[in-house]
């Protein structure tokens, strides 16, 4: 039987902690992603995997593993600084290796090292001097180093790269999971959770079809009694939806908002690799960070920033720059991050990112805001205004001024009301847009159909995609995944003026590092008016290997006389199958 916790305070915690650091290190950091003079095409985390290499010689990188410059307090610090409540350390990644002295397994960064260091522990002191709280990550599914490792096949999916050590250990049949569950993961699951103080959440990955729910429940078990108020996140199990708080896809954006009691969290790169990988120089920009720092806080999630140390244990100068940035943008971003609060809009504003805790609004408008905008549906007495002069132009709608300034310092403008304001549920438009997500309408669901079931098996190596029965699902990031099935449709109720509306969908891929797919016809409906379109790609909305997005024309709407209307959407063909993994990320309307 589980025993059973209450996390309430600590998903309170959570939820107000908001950003996080993630630092994948292990000894991958050291070839950082070369390997007999070329680069692993693929994340550098995985060399071992990609390029196949015999655990004998890959354990000679733990003979060179001594990083001197490696200095959790002055990071951790850093971490701190920037706005950081907690952080999220790879104890063992896929390679096996333990970065902490473990008595379960040799392979350790204290007995196998000439370092004979303990990291576990010294990122464990550095994060009580500095107030952040110890998350750990740890590989429970896949182990190169160990014969009984987690293999899951077909490695299909995964670059060509195998998920088990099936060079050292081919023979498939006689791999006994349950030994390497028992007599490697428990044992040192247990003295991560009782050796290093306390622990605030438990990181697992890559569960596959390996772990089973009995395998997940042994482990929620083992937390609850060693560490009861630590949270784990939603990659512990495939096969059954649980832990205490839903991880997104690696690099996924959150959009729509977040329930109190299952809260989430977003996890980036800030280049494309999470282990430190010398060759790869496609880092995100300060900026760019502070946006996604804003898309995750407005819904509600929280977000790891992750950072890969070098074989020397450094950040690279790139990760300090970005956190530098994050440092100095805590004066301007500060109060709202810790808020505890999301957007109380129906609707995503698009023209700037929403916050509201119980009284106060904050508005953080972004780089095309007008100087000047109107703010609809927010009704109450202001008690004062921050950063801009505000002007109520009508019962519930504001014109607030001075927008570009903030825009470029990424500043919000806060409204602070003398009571809890009330923001209208219907969505309308806002500065002449409307932007719809999936995660605030109404979906209906219709009857499963052959094409619905070729999407059916869960995807995806972090076990982030959720299991829908043949029907499209809300995934963690608000969008709606494996957007396969002709019989449904989303329903937003919503309010408009009369006049001329024309729609963009916004899509995106459900699966990572493939290249975008349409292949499909739509038809959206407001009240009466109805118009169909092919989703064809007009304008590619970024380049990430990872989730591309599209941005499709449909056309035009009257209205001739406003009004509330019903809207919905819904795909009356879809030409091929591969089309039936896109995920519906947003509706936009704009007057024209
Ligand atoms: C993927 C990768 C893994 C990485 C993780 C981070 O699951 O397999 O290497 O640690 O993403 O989310």
Same mark, same amino acid.
């Given at each position: =039987? #589980? ?35 070329? #680069?692993?095409?693929?994340?550098? @985390?995985?060399?071992?995997? !990609? ?43 896929? @390679? ?22 303990? +990291?576990?522990?010294?990122? #464990? ?9 110890? &998350? ?28 088990? *050590? ?24 247990? @003295? ?15 569960? =596959? ?52 009691? +299952? ?11 999470? &282990?430190?990988?010398? /060759? ?12 996604? /720092? ?35 943008? $805590? ?51 202001? $008690? ?9 132009? &009508?019962?519930? /709608? ?32 806002? *500065?002449?847009? =409307? ?17 619905? =079931? ?20 809300? !995934? ?32 995106? *891929? ?7 797919? &349409? ?24 380049? #990430? ?39 519906? @990320? ?7």
């Amino acid at each position: =039987m #589980s025993s059973v916790s209450d996390l309430t305070a600590s998903k309170a915690w959570f939820h107000k902690a908001r950003l996080g650091a993630f630092i994948h290190w292990g000894l991958y950091a050291l070839p950082g992603g070369m390997w007999e003079g070329t #680069s692993v095409p693929y994340l550098a @985390e995985w060399l071992q995997s !990609a390029r196949r290499i015999p655990n004998a010689e890959y354990s000679l990188l733990a003979e060179r593993f001594n990083p001197q410059t490696f200095d959790a307090d002055a990071i951790v610090k850093g971490f701190s600084d920037a706005g950081m409540r907690y952080l999220v350390f790879t104890a063992k990644h896929h @390679e096996g290796f333990a970065m902490w002295r473990s008595r379960v397994s040799s392979f350790n960064s204290y007995d196998a090292t000439p370092a004979h260091r303990d +990291f576990v522990a010294e990122w #464990s002191r550095a994060c009580q001097k500095h107030g952040v709280k110890l &998350g750990l990550y740890y590989s429970h599914c896949l182990d190169w180093h160990e014969a009984d490792g987690g293999d899951p096949r077909p490695c299909e999916n995964n670059f060509g790269m195998s998920w088990g *050590n099936d060079w050292d250990f081919p023979d498939q049949q006689n791999k006994n999971f349950d030994r390497y569950f028992e007599t490697k993961v428990l044992p040192q699951l247990t @003295e991560l959770l009782s050796n290093y103080g306390e622990v605030a959440v438990l990181w697992l990955d890559c569960p =596959m079809t390996v772990v089973t729910p009995r395998h997940a429940r042994c482990i929620l078990d083992l937390v609850h009694i060693l560490q009861p108020n630590c949270l784990v996140n939603s990659r512990l199990c495939m096969l059954e939806t649980l832990g205490d708080y839903g991880s997104l896809g690696d690099n996924q954006l959150p959009a729509g908002t977040t329930a109190d009691d +299952f809260p989430r969290e977003a996890i980036i790169t800030l280049n494309d690799s999470w &282990g430190y990988k010398s /060759t790869d120089h496609n880092w995100k920009s300060p900026a760019q960070v502070r946006q996604i /720092t804003l898309d995750a806080l407005q819904s509600g999630a929280n977000l790891l920033v992750n950072f890969g140390p070098d074989g020397d244990g450094r950040l690279t100068p790139e990760s300090w720059a970005i956190l530098h940035d994050l440092m100095e943008w $805590q004066d301007a971003v500060g109060e709202a991050l810790h808020s505890g609060g999301q957007s109380p809009f129906p609707q995503d504003l698009g023209w700037a990112r929403a916050v509201a805790d119980d009284r106060r609004l904050w508005l953080f408008p972004g780089e095309s805001a007008p100087d000047t905008a109107v703010l609809a549906g927010v009704e109450g007495e202001l $008690q004062s205004a921050t950063g801009t002069h505000a002007a109520r132009i &009508g019962q519930d /709608t504001w014109r607030l001024d001075g927008l570009q300034a903030l825009a470029k310092t990424q500043s919000p403008l806060r409204l602070e009301f003398t009571e809890p304001p009330r923001y209208d549920a219907c969505p309308r438009i806002q *500065n002449g847009r =409307m932007r719809l997500l999936p995660a605030q309408a109404k979906l209906i669901h219709g009857e499963p159909n052959a094409l619905a =079931m070729l999407t059916d098996a869960p995807l995806g190596a972090a076990g982030e995609k959720l299991v829908g029965n043949g029907h499209s699902v809300l !995934a963690d990031n608000g969008a709606l995944c494996d957007w396969h099935n002709p019989a449904e449709h989303c329903v937003w109720h919503i309010r408009l003026e009369s006049g001329r509306y024309r729609l963009r969908l916004v899509t995106r *891929n459900g699966a990572h590092s493939q290249p975008w797919r &349409g292949d499909r016809t739509v038809e959206v409906t407001i009240g009466d008016c109805r118009l169909t379109a092919e989703i064809v790609a007009t304008e590619r909305l970024d380049d #990430s290997h990872y989730y591309r997005a599209a941005v499709t024309d449909l056309g035009e709407i009257p209205i001739v006389h406003g009004g509330e209307f019903d809207l919905t959407i819904r795909t009356i063909h879809i030409a091929s199958p591969d089309a039936a993994t896109m995920q519906l @990320e947003r509706l936009e309307l704009q007057r024209s």
